[in-house]
């Protein structure tokens, strides 16, 4: 097997920070060594990798993409081939993405359709959640199996989009009920659809068509109240565990935190998009131009301090965990499948490959540590979804490392740095003060020197255990 050291570089822990050396042997971190270690116990690695002047932290785990989702009669543009070298572009090691089922359709079956597209096509480690879309009786059982014996610990229900994923109450509970027994973690996506759907008749009745008006007819009330309504609902299943995704307002930060405060087993995510992007910047662009920017829970006002809750929020810990809810449409042919009805425009951004480049800037601005950026980054979202090797930088772990260049620049753009795999990119013109300078997943470098060194199917299936996050 053989050897790598990772030397000279300044260590970033979720706790704390210190120059150090990694040895790696294989795919494994086997030592996090002193400077000047490694010579004095006469260790000469097989390859040595120079990170002087730059910041060594565990690979990013982004425990939320779609890759070639079926959505509003599209699929998400990034294949399981091009997301994941787009995420390994951006320091991602890991993604968790979804598998779904829908009514009338079997979980074992539509599990079995999600690996076939994932297998031999990854360039970085991979899991799936299940979305559970039709909670029926085969569906309940499906769900144990999973925990059991798939790896799958964590079922994502919806609130939203009736006739398509959404899930009634009485649903709800008894998904709930089945994870509280087997030890499984419920993902919710936390807005009112029933109420939603109203909205959105009316305002296409009244010929409101244009992309703002999907932000005006999901307010935040909706949120915040299916927020409220599955906590309730996870108490009464037995404190089931619950993490609400792709989290966008600050009524619904207010119902998790105190949820947290009762002592619950609550936690929450939230999306680049929704700490830097907004309503009036994006959506309400000239003429069609805001569809690029549609995905639900959708960008919020800048007049009601979302985004500054949501930072406060994160640093706090209310927010445990940052992943970007990639889900990438081209303009052409498919977010223009909503020209006239914004309800038709496929919901969706892609962000797989800036996560970690945002979120370092916001560290840069001082809304957060360096040691948050990698907690909420990869440290957390892997302890909250049973990755038990990834997320950490220590003997044991899997060498997924993220050798980072603070003194790099990064132009996110369409002619910039953009890998993924749409005509346009949701924050053309972003600077970060930082760079993704080389990335090695299971020991092997899969970007240097500005250039992908990866290979397709180098990336496996990781099966998942039980959440460690919990209370
Ligand atoms: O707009 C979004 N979020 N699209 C992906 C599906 C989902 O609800 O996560
Ligand atoms: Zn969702
Ligand atoms: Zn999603």
């Known amino acids: 097997m053989a050897t790598t050291l990772i030397s000279g570089g300044t260590v970033i822990s979720a706790v704390g920070r210190r120059e150090a050396d990694v040895l790696i042997d294989g795919e494994s971190i086997t030592a996090i060594l002193a400077p000047g270690q490694a010579a004095a116990f006469g260790i000469a690695a097989d390859r040595t990798i120079d990170a002087t002047g730059k910041y060594v932290v565990p690979g990013g785990v982004d425990v939320h993409t779609h890759m070639s989702l079926p959505f509003g009669g599209t699929e998400a543009s990034d294949t399981f081939e091009t997301g994941t070298i787009a995420a390994a572009w951006g320091g991602v090691t890991t993604i968790v993405d979804f598998a779904v089922q829908n009514t009338g359709t079997s979980v074992h079956e539509k599990l079995a359709e999600w690996h076939e597209k994932a297998a031999d096509n990854c360039s970085i480690d991979y899991g799936f959640h299940q979305i559970i879309g039709g909670v029926d009786e085969d569906a309940l059982k499906a769900m ?4 059991d014996n798939e790896g799958i610990t964590s079922f994502k229900l919806f609130m939203a989009y009736p006739g398509i994923l959404y899930s009634d109450d009485g649903q709800i509970l008894r998904a709930m009920q089945n994870a509280s027994e087997s030890g499984a973690l419920i993902m919710m996506h936390a807005e009112n659809g029933i109420a939603i759907d ?8 009244r010929g409101d068509t244009d992309p703002q008006f999907h932000s005006l007819t999901r307010p935040a009330e909706l949120e915040s109240e299916a927020t409220h309504r599955a906590i309730q609902l996870a108490k009464v299943a037995g404190n089931v565990p619950l993490y609400i995704v792709h989290m966008s307002a600050s009524g619904a930060l207010e ?19 929704y700490l830097y992007l907004s309503l009036e ?19 919020r006002t800048k007049h009601e301090h979302h985004q500054s809750d949501l930072w406060k929020g994160l640093r706090l810990n209310e927010l445990a965990v940052v992943s970007t809810d990639h889900c990438p449409f081209c303009f052409k042919d498919q977010k223009e499948l909503g020209l006239g009805d914004f309800s038709k425009i496929p919901n969706g951004i892609g962000g797989v490959e800036h996560r970690m480049e945002l979120i370092y800037q916001g560290v840069v601005a001082g809304e957060i540590s360096l040691e948050r950026w990698v907690e909420t980054c990869s440290t957390t979202p892997a302890r909250m979804f049973g990755l038990d090797k990834k997320g950490v930088l220590e003997p044991g772990a899997d060498a997924d490392v993220l050798i980072w ?5 990064t132009k996110i753009g369409i002619n910039d740095k953009h890998h993924m795999n749409m005509d346009h990119s949701a924050y053309e013109g972003f600077e970060i003060d930082g760079k993704v300078d080389t990335v090695l997943s299971r020991g092997m470098v899969v970007v240097e020197d500005d250039t992908f060194k990866g290979r397709k199917g180098h990336g496996q299936f990781v099966k998942r255990g039980l959440s460690r996050y919990l209370h």
């Open 281 to 299: 910047d994006q959506l309400m662009q000239p003429g069609f131009e805001g569809a690029k920017w549609v995905c639900s829970t959708p960008l």
């Open 198 to 205: 109203v909205l959105v008749a009316q305002a296409i009745a």
């Open 405 to 409: 260049d603070p003194n790099g620049r």
């Open 144 to 147: 144990t199996y999973l925990v």
């Open 255 to 273: 119902e998790v935190a105190a949820a947290q405060h009762a002592g619950l087993n609550v936690f929450a995510e939230t999306c680049p998009q």
